[in-house]
Nanobody, 124 residues
Framework: QVQLAESGGGLVQAGGSLRLSCAASGRILNNRAMGWFRQAPGKGREFVAAINWSGGATDYVDSVKGRFTISRETAKNTVYLQMNSLKAEDTAVYYC?????????????????WGQGTQVTVSS
């Protein structure tokens, strides 16, 4: 079992920054790729970013490229999402997820462990 806990969400003005953290407990994440997803009110869950098991490969949805950065610290069993130049349309609940494989994937069906989510609200 893997337990994931997100933190770092909050209220920020447009143009501001936040850093989300996802701490894993239970089984370690060494051989798992990780992802961040988000869900805005009234919308489905959307892929945001993913990172492979080693941190050597990443993937981002076009709308956040150049603004968000995903990273991981294996020793701390933690994954981060640095979010800069935030926009009102980034407002959502953000979830981290772990998948049973080493490569990056965009489909939520590829992930088997999920955190409870953290709210990010960007005021315009």
């Amino acid at each position: 079992q893997v337990q994931l806990a997100e933190s770092g969400g909050g209220l920020v003005q447009a143009g501001g920054s936040l850093r989300l953290s996802c701490a894993a407990s239970g089984r370690i994440l060494n051989n798992r790729a990780m992802g961040w997803f988000r869900q805005a009110p009234g919308k489905g869950r959307e892929f945001v970013a993913a990172i492979n098991w080693s941190g050597g490969a990443t993937d981002y949805v076009d709308s956040v490229k150049g603004r968000f950065t995903i990273s991981r610290e294996t020793a701390k069993n933690t994954v981060y999402l640095q979010m800069n130049s935030l926009k009102a349309e980034d407002t959502a609940v953000y979830y981290c997820a772990a998948r049973p494989g080493v490569g990056v994937r965009r489909s939520s069906d590829e992930y088997d462990y999920w955190g409870q989510g953290t709210q990010v609200t960007v005021s315009s």
